[in-house]
């Protein structure tokens, strides 16, 4: 080796650096990091997928819709509606494709977002039944990622009424499987207090 020409040399260092570093970092690690968090947390690893009757119905960490199926499902102008039989999730900028996650990234006073949440709020108002004053934010506005799983304790009662109506069931009762959904902040102090929209319909059926 020490005959080689110099740069014959350097050139075999770094090629024997490139293997290394290839070694370690795209294989022992990724495997160590894999393993620990399969042993560690295995649920969040998996994707925090929710099974309901042995079938993934969805991630308890990304937001999804609850609509009632299209009347013409070849009509792709044909309105999203909501399914009064279940608590619906905040809105999304994306349409909840996890492929299209982001905002509108339209500003507060942006005339399309003002018209929409107007819109919104008239639609939320009479979709539950209640004042379009005490509509709670979260129902009008969508997340940073367009796929929040979360909605606020306040927006989980507002539709207590309407999702007990639609299943014939007492709102007492649906009021009380509200509450047992109720997460509050993390830590203590972080946050806010949440309800997961998912975890909460999936139980919902259950009491159904």
Known sequence: MNNLPTAVRRHLSALRMLILMTIVCGL???????????????????????KQNGRVVGSSEIGQN?????????????????????????????????????????????????KTIQQRRHDVAAFDGVDPATVPPDALTASGSGL????????????VNRVAAARGLSADAVHRLVAAHVDGRSLGFLGESHVNVLELNKDLSKLS
Do not use: C, H, M, W
């Not at 690690?29 to 997928?49: I, R, W």
């Not at 102008?77 to 999730?89: G, I, W």
């Open 28 to 50: 022992i690690y990724p495997l160590a990091v894999t393993g620990v968090a399969q042993a560690a947390f295995s649920d969040k690893a998996d994707g925090s997928l929710i």
């Open 66 to 114: 609850f609509n009632l199926p299209k009347k013409d499902p070849d009509n792709a102008d044909e309105a999203a509606r909501p399914d009064p039989k279940f608590f619906q999730p905040r809105p999304s900028a994306g349409s909840y494709d996890p492929l299209a996650s982001g905002a509108s990234n339209l500003g507060p006073n942006d005339p399309d977002l003002v």
């Open 148 to 159: 929040d799983p979360d909605i606020s304790p306040a927006y989980a009662y507002e539709q």
